[in-house]
């Protein structure tokens, strides 16, 4: 499932993404675009990694 939200609290919205069972979730703002990555949250862990734009489904593999 895919969540857009482009307001409010950010801890708030992983605590529902964790409810929904998602094993992980992207992170992709303003800051993020202007450096051409996406942060990846491990929801298990809470591990966030920035990975370029370009590599993003390569990426998200283990997660599937």
Request: avoid cysteine.
């Given at each position: ?39 990846v ?24």
């Amino acid at each position: 499932a895919i969540e857009l939200e482009y307001a409010g609290n950010i801890k708030r919205r992983f605590s529902r993404a964790n409810k929904a069972g998602a094993s992980a979730a992207l992170i992709l703002g303003d800051d993020e675009l202007d450096k051409g990555v996406v942060t990846v949250r491990d929801m298990d862990s809470g591990k966030q990694d920035e990975i370029a734009l370009v590599s993003l489904l390569e990426s998200l593999a283990p997660y599937r």
